[in-house]
């Protein structure tokens, strides 16, 4: 057993947690933040996508003694009471379709925003390269993803 102490979603945790504990089991099962999903399990897919100190990270592949001390934000931390600037663009873009894939795409874009208030279309594919999506075929999403970028830096 180890004991961490992060920052997530804004609010402070300390816990005891066994060494071999993986990030995403620790967010789903110990915070019951459970918009992290698990697809692949070996970080190829990134629905486990979520944003530690800024760079995005697959929660699958990281145990939870590797982030000790980090802030951690996931799909729960967008937004809040309404949806952010971001989410609205993936419902009006129509981008959100099984939904499985949205809050690892939306963190990944949300990564690149933070850094780049304008990137180009090729900014932006790369930044959610890592993300795969069985339903849109990514066109809704790039959408999405530049409708936000050009509407402001309320993302």
Do not use: W
Not at 45 to 63: E, F, K, P, Q, R
Not at 107 to 119: E, M, T, Y
Not at 142 to 149: D, G, T, V
Request: one cysteine or more; hydrophobic letters at 35%; charged letters at 30%.
């Amino acid at each position: 057993m180890v004991t961490v102490k992060l920052i997530v979603n804004g609010h402070e945790y300390e816990r005891e947690v066994e060494d071999r504990k993986r990030l995403l089991d620790f967010l789903r099962e110990d915070l019951k933040l459970t918009g992290t999903k698990e697809g692949c399990g070996e970080g190829e897919c990134g629905a486990c996508t979520v944003i530690i100190d800024g760079y995005t990270a697959n929660s699958c592949l990281l145990m939870v003694a590797m982030v000790n001390g980090k802030e951690i934000t996931t799909i729960e931390g967008v937004g809040g009471e309404e949806l952010s600037l971001l989410q609205k663009c993936f419902v009006d873009s129509g981008a959100v379709q099984c939904g499985f894939c949205t809050p690892g795409m939306i963190l990944s874009a949300k990564a690149l925003l933070d850094k780049n208030c304008n990137p180009t279309e090729a900014e932006i594919r790369e930044a959610v390269s890592g993300n795969l999506c069985r339903c849109t075929g990514y066109e809704k999403i790039i959408k999405a993803i530049k409708k936000a970028r050009d509407l402001g830096n309320e993302i």
